[in-house]
C-alpha cells in the first residue's frame, strides 16, 4: 500500500493549483494526478485502500508522494485522520492575506453562479467564506500533533514575486533536487472570470463532484486541466466585475487580525506588514 508522505492543506485561492501543476513536472515528486481527493473530510468513509490506490502510479524513483488539497488546513476532522493515517507526513501552506483570499473565493463562487451578488452580503450569509481564513488558529491544530519542522509555512505573496524561489523552497523542504520551472509556469495566472451559462457551469461543477465519488478524479483532472473546456465556460470578468469596498476590506481584518497576530507568534512572521495591515487594532 503506497501512501503519501506530503500533503498540501490549504488554504484555498492561495496557488494550490499552480503548486499541483509544478510539482507533477519533477522526476522525484508523485502527485495524484488529479488535485483535491478530499478523503480527509469528504471521503474519509472509503478507507486507506480506497486512498492508497490514488497513488498506485507511484514507483520507488518517486522520493515524494503527495497530495494537493485546498481544504484539509480549514476542516477541524482533517488533522487527527491525517496524524493518524500519516504521522511521518510533510505538510505545507499557502498563507494569503486571508481577505484577498476571502474575496478571490467569492469571484470563484460567482463565476459558477453560486453565493450572494455582494461580496459583503456573502460574508455575512456564508460561514466559511470567512472561516476559511482563521489561518492561526487551523494551523495550531495542526502543530499540536506534528513537529514544526515538518510543516512549511511558505506565504502566497513570495509567488507572484519570485515563483522560481517559492518553488526551491518547496522542494529543498521535500528534499529532493531543484528543478528549473518552465517558462508557461513562471507566467502561469488564471484570470477572473464568470461563467458564459451559469446553468452550464453548474452542471460541470456537479458532474466533477459524482466523478470524485465514483473514482473518477483521473477524469476530473484532465477537464480541470483543459484550456479548451475554460474557454468555452468562461469568459474573463469585465466592467461588471464584482467589488471590495474599503469599508469591506476593514470590516474583515478586524475580524481576522488576531488570528494574523496568533500566526505570527506562531510561526516568526511579520505578516501584518506585508500585507499593509500595521494600522489594525487587535479585536
Aim: proline share 6%; glycine share 6%; with cysteine.
Amino acid at each position: 500500500m503506497t501512501l503519501p508522505n506530503f500533503l498540501y492543506l490549504g488554504p484555498d485561492k492561495a496557488g494550490s493549483s499552480w503548486l499541483h501543476e509544478a510539482l507533477i513536472t519533477h522526476p522525484q515528486v508523485y502527485l495524484s494526478p488529479a488535485k483535491d481527493l478530499y478523503f480527509f473530510d469528504r471521503y474519509y468513509e472509503r478507507g486507506l485502500d480506497w486512498y492508497a490506490g490514488q497513488f498506485r502510479g507511484a514507483t520507488p524513483q518517486h522520493a515524494v508522494v503527495g497530495e494537493v488539497c485546498q481544504d484539509y488546513l480549514a476542516d477541524p476532522r482533517c488533522p487527527a485522520r491525517i496524524h493518524e493515517a500519516l504521522p511521518d507526513a510533510r505538510l505545507m501552506v499557502s498563507l494569503r492575506d486571508p481577505v484577498s483570499r476571502a474575496f478571490s473565493s467569492y469571484l470563484y463562487a460567482r463565476k459558477h453562479g453560486l453565493w450572494p451578488e455582494t461580496f459583503r452580503e456573502a460574508v455575512e450569509q456564508v460561514p466559511e467564506l470567512v472561516e476559511h481564513g482563521r489561518y492561526g488558529a487551523q494551523l495550531r491544530a495542526y502543530r499540536e500533533l506534528f513537529p514544526a519542522e515538518r510543516i512549511h509555512v511558505a506565504v502566497f505573496d513570495d509567488l507572484g514575486a519570485d515563483p522560481q524561489g517559492y518553488f526551491d523552497a518547496v522542494t529543498d523542504f521535500l528534499q529532493v533536487d531543484r528543478l528549473t520551472l518552465s517558462a508557461e509556469l513562471l507566467a502561469e495566472r488564471l484570470v477572473a472570470s464568470r461563467a458564459r451559462a451559469v446553468p452550464v457551469a453548474r452542471a460541470v461543477r456537479a458532474f466533477a463532484d459524482v466523478a470524485r465519488r465514483l473514482d473518477g478524479a483521473r477524469v476530473v483532472a484532465r477537464v480541470k486541466r483543459s484550456s479548451m473546456v475554460h474557454r468555452v465556460l468562461y469568459t474573463p470578468l469585465g466592467e461588471d466585475r464584482p467589488v471590495m469596498t474599503p469599508e469591506d476590506r476593514e470590516y474583515l481584518r478586524g475580524l481576522y487580525v488576531d488570528d494574523v497576530r496568533l500566526l505570527e507568534e506562531d510561526w516568526g512572521l511579520d505578516l501584518r506588514s506585508r500585507w499593509g495591515w500595521d494600522s489594525v487594532a487587535a479585536g
